[in-house]
């Protein structure tokens, strides 16, 4: 395997776990009865100018991705709806602080940690 491949191994991965990620908050949420944000998806925009955080349904997600084929040679990334570039995100919120944060793709067990207060779903 060349550097190359490896890189494009590690994004589809990265990929993947995003949208493992995606489908089990889904599902989490969609098994409490009092889940207030089922089937939304958490987004934010990375431009420093910007920092939109905003939800999507499940069904507007689903025709964003369709639309916007995210498979880049970069972290996926879509159109902002306030700014217009492309860099939003699939983001998290934390349940204990409600920070809006992108999930650390670098480190898949820390992928749903929240920077501001540590804490993380998965850990619990
Ligand atoms: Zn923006
Ligand atoms: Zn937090």
Redesign the pocket.
Known sequence: MDISTKKIVSIVVAIACLALAVIIMIKTHNSRSSGDIADHIQML?T?PK???SYVLSEKQFKAMISNEAPMSMQTPSFS?P??K?K??GIAMKCEKCGNVFLPNYRSPQNLDKCPKCGFSKSHQ
Do not use: F, L, V
């Open positions: 925009c431009n910007c920092g939109q902002c306030k700014c570039q860099t939003a």
